[in-house]
């Protein structure tokens, strides 16, 4: 059965099928369907009804199977917490996740399904040493949108999970160096650093490529959709437009330096002298022309472009769009994820 990876952002809906064989993956689709709702579910029902309606005849133009989609929640709607304690056996752990989401999230317990994973659990001659837990708490109210939008579309999907773990999921190979993955979308930026293989960080930052549109829309006295051109084209790249996109988008990048600096410092802290090797993007902004650079000569920290189409076998008849591969990295790692 083919597995069908479902990403729907706040301004496109990303979708890739893979089509399993045992251990091996290969794409067979790669779908991006952009839509003017600028949010992720519509609030109003009529908004939320054409929204469906248009990516249900996506999924029929394009002969998207419906038995196994798996769903991504956006971070910035959740909490993804990253907390210490001391030694718990499996039952004591169960028993002790309502106390702990009450003292690390900020939102009543009625109102949260809650997930969580040990993430390291030290050996038991390592005395004094605490344990580390991913705890998550998802809003109720967040899932039942997400699966009133699915009734609408006639589909029930098999899994959802956070947009963090797909990710992960996209990247994680052995010996990967201590990185933080800047995850760029159009409304909120997530920030995580993956050391030793395990998640130690994660932030979702509430703004994206948006603000930069923004500002070019400022800049050059442009309409959005004439804003989203010229930062898709020019980006900040400083040989283009003689460095003026540059210049005009030069004060929200740095907020978004300045959110990544923060991640760095905040890891150094907490592992002493070890610091971040290597900065990875993915997302949509992953693309904006003359970033890597940028982020490079600004942090001093090698900056990479996400490619999660290279954790899959490649079909030459079927045509990627190698060009926003860095957008497809959610629906990728859903696609990826067993049963």
């Not at 949010?39 to 009529?46: E, G, H, N, R, V």
């Not at 994206?208 to 930062?231: C, I, W």
């Not at 991640?263 to 002493?272: D, L, N, V």
């Amino acid at each position: 059965m083919n597995a069908v990876g479902f990403d729907l952002g706040s301004s496109s809906l990303k979708i890739v099928e893979d089509a399993k064989s045992g251990k091996d993956s290969r794409i067979l689709k790669a779908i991006e369907f952009s839509h003017p709702f600028g949010t992720m579910l519509p609030q109003d029902s009529a908004s939320m009804g054409q929204l469906a309606a248009m990516v249900k005849q996506t999924l029929v133009e394009k002969k998207i199977p419906t038995d196994n989609i798996r769903a991504a929640l956006p971070e910035s709607l959740i909490s993804t917490k990253i907390i210490s304690t001391p030694m718990l056996s499996d039952a004591e752990l169960a028993s002790a996740i309502d106390w702990l989401a009450e003292q690390n999230i900020a939102i009543p317990l009625e109102e949260l399904s809650i997930e969580y994973e040990v993430l390291y659990r030290p050996d038991a001659n390592k005395h004094g040493e605490n344990m580390r837990v991913m705890l998550i708490g998802v809003p109720k109210k967040l899932i039942q949108n997400y699966m009133s939008f699915f009734a609408h579309l006639e589909v029930e999907p098999v899994v959802m999970e956070t947009q963090v773990i797909s990710i992960l999921r996209s990247i994680m190979v052995p010996e990967m160096p201590t990185t933080l993955v800047v995850h760029m979308g159009a409304n909120n930026t997530d920030f995580f650093i993956v050391h030793n293989g395990e998640l130690v960080f994660v932030y979702s930052f509430p703004n994206g490529g948006r603000l930069l549109t923004r500002a070019v829309e400022r800049g050059l006295n442009l309409d959005s959709p004439q804003a989203e051109e010229y930062k898709k084209t020019y980006g900040v790249d400083p040989t283009q437009l003689e460095g003026k996109m540059v210049g005009i988008l030069q004060p929200v990048m740095q907020l978004f330096v300045g959110e990544m600096q923060k991640a760095m410092q905040f890891f150094t802290s907490q592992f002493g002298t070890l610091s971040v090797k290597r900065i990875l993007l993915s997302g949509g902004g992953a693309h904006l022309p003359g970033i890597l650079q940028y982020f490079t000569t600004q942090l001093n920290v090698e900056t990479v472009i996400a490619h999660p189409f290279l954790r899959f076998q490649t079909d030459t008849k079927v045509q990627l769009p190698l060009d926003r591969e860095a957008s497809f990295i959610v629906a990728c790692g859903l696609a990826m994820r067993e049963a």
